[in-house]
């Protein structure tokens, strides 16, 4: 599976926007980029997903470079429960394989009052 | 009622005992898995299962099995726990292709597992 790297660890204010990065420079054309993130003492939760264009739901943004080798997932106004680990996972959707999650150590993002 | 439910939630044991975890899921969904995640790290897959008789090894199985007694039960299984295997503990379910929710996996809430 193709590999991502994430910062280890950001920062926000409260109500403010979040921007966390992603690259994923070896992504193949059928990988899907999923966002997961973890609360503290809980299991992970679904984000977000893409594969080429934009996205938006309730939760989240996920911008798509043109070239897919790196995204950004937007927060646009951060809360405190937003603090939480948020994994960017590529999943490719060809064959059997689809569904196995490989997850990397993420970026922990700190929002602050 | 949570939809993805773990049992035991923590667990101590002793090196060299037969530890079961536990799962079950009312999401109706075929596809389950079994992660563990040590300190600090991301989560890794254990074992995988797409259907009742389907059962895959993850890129860690070695010194653990599982069983699928029904499309909502997946066991995890230390066959010989060690110290090693202190960790946590996530099940996950995930629907099929023609399912809105394909795409999504749905944790539960994690077992706490110590060996001492």
């Known amino acids: 599976d193709a590999k991502t790297t994430q910062p280890n660890s950001m920062e926000s204010n409260e109500e403010e926007p979040v921007h966390l990065p992603c690259n994923h420079s070896?992504?193949?054309?059928?990988?899907?980029i999923h966002w997961y993130r973890q609360l503290p003492s809980q299991g992970p939760e679904y984000v977000i997903h893409g594969l080429t264009s934009n996205v938006n739901n309730r939760m989240a943004s996920l911008a798509i470079a043109e070239d897919r080798k790196s995204s950004t997932l937007i927060l646009h106004r951060a809360t405190l429960r937003d603090a939480a680990v948020y994994y960017c996972i590529l999943n490719n959707a060809g064959g059997t394989s689809y569904g196995k999650l490989t997850f990397g150590q993420g970026t922990i993002l700190t929002v602050h009052p | 009622d949570a939809d993805v439910t773990q049992t035991p939630r923590n667990r101590i044991t002793k090196t060299g005992k037969r530890i079961m975890l536990e799962c079950s899921q009312t999401k109706g969904h075929d596809r389950m898995y079994w992660y563990r995640q040590d300190p600090g790290l991301g989560l890794r897959l254990i074992y995988y299962s797409f259907d009742v008789k389907d059962i895959n090894k993850g890129e860690i199985s070695d010194g653990y099995s599982v069983s699928r007694q029904a499309q909502a039960k997946f066991s995890l299984s230390l066959e010989s726990a060690i110290p090693n295997q202190t960790a946590l503990y996530f099940c996950?379910?995930?629907?099929?292709?023609?399912?809105?929710?394909?795409?999504?996996?749905?944790f539960g809430p994690g077992t706490r597992l110590t060996v001492l």
């Open positions: 996950a379910t995930s629907g099929p292709p023609w399912d809105s929710h394909y795409n999504e996996q749905f």
């Open positions: 070896t992504i193949s054309g059928t990988d899907y």
